[in-house]
């Protein structure tokens, strides 16, 4: 059984790799970083499993198919994860568009099309499951953090919508919406985690073994942790208004 994992240099989809390799996965780890990918290939070796890397830069348009066509030449994909993403927190206007036009490459347009690219050969084959990382920020729109919240919006529907759409094939897609979770995302986003976020985050092993096993169990959305359930489930009976209000004090610069 094999897994294509992206984002698997680091976090959650480090993470992921090593509870694929625990449930008994032969790996391939992609990101763009070949040295900590080859950190996670030897965590992977070491539970008895084998792992090959592919770095590659999913911001780039002609990535994504790269590395789906060198990923099926090893072998049937059973489960692909798509954990690559990133944030950047700050004003829309202010913030380089360049870093803005790779997170919509990345957040979306990468894992849409592997996506696209490896559901083919998992209906034919009756079998397979596809775990996409959105984020509690996928339930409402976040100021200041405008551009990541619409594309892990985006994550959720385009989940959601193919949960349903594969219905009875064998294969199934699951949205994992963590909240604040200890990675590399909060360096790399610039967010400046608030006293609660800090005390409200969640380990990144215990989210990775949520998203791992509502995926197998075919679930459509899985939300980890008490409090981004509650958060989750609370959201849906506010004010569209209320929420992003809510939002916008909570990601108010400090
Ligand atoms: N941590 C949180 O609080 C949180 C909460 C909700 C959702 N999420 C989502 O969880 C996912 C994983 O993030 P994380 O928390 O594990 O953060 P992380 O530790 O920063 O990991 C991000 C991963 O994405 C990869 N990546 C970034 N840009 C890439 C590119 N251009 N090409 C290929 N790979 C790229 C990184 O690898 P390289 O740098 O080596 O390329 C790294 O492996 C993201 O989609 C994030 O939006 C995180």
Redesign the pocket.
């Known amino acids: 059984m094999l897994a294509l994992i992206?984002?698997?240099?680091?976090?959650?989809?480090?993470?992921l790799a090593l509870a694929a390799a625990r449930h008994g996965y032969d790996v391939i780890l992609?990101?763009?970083?070949?040295d900590?990918?080859e950190r996670t290939a030897a965590e992977v070796r070491a539970a008895g499993r084998h792992a090959h890397v592919l770095?590659?830069?999913?911001?780039?348009p002609e990535?994504a198919a790269d590395v789906a066509r060198a990923a099926e030449a090893l072998g049937p994909i059973d489960v692909l994860i798509?954990?690559?993403?990133?944030?950047d927190y700050g004003s829309f206007v202010e913030r380089p568009w360049d870093a803005q036009v790779?997170m919509l490459?990345?957040?979306i347009v990468?894992?849409t099309e592997l996506t696209r690219r490896i559901l083919p050969g998992m209906i034919e084959r009756k079998r397979g499951r596809v775990l996409n990382?959105?984020?509690?920020?996928s339930f409402q729109p976040a100021p200041r953090f405008g551009v990541?919240a619409a594309?892990?919006g985006y994550?959720l529907y385009l989940s959601e919508a193919l949960h349903e759409e594969l219905k009875g094939t064998g294969v199934s897609v699951t949205a994992?919406?963590?909240?604040?979770?200890?990675?590399?995302?909060?360096?790399?986003?610039n967010?400046g985690a608030s006293l609660l976020n800090q005390y409200l985050?969640?380990k990144?092993g215990p989210?990775a073994e949520a998203g791992w096993d509502g995926m197998m169990r075919g679930k459509a959305v899985v939300v980890p942790g008490w409090f981004n359930k509650l958060n989750a489930w609370l959201i849906g009976f506010f004010p569209r208004v209320m929420a992003r209000k809510m939002a916008a004090l909570a990601t108010k610069p400090r």
């Open positions: 992206t984002g698997a240099s680091s976090g959650l989809g480090r993470d992609v990101a763009r970083s070949a900590r990918l770095a590659s830069d999913l911001s780039r990535s798509n954990s690559a993403g990133f944030g790779s490459q990345v957040n990468a894992l990382l959105g984020s509690t920020a990541y594309t892990k994550v994992l919406c963590p909240g604040s979770t200890a990675t590399g995302f909060h360096d790399v986003a967010t985050m969640m990144s989210v």
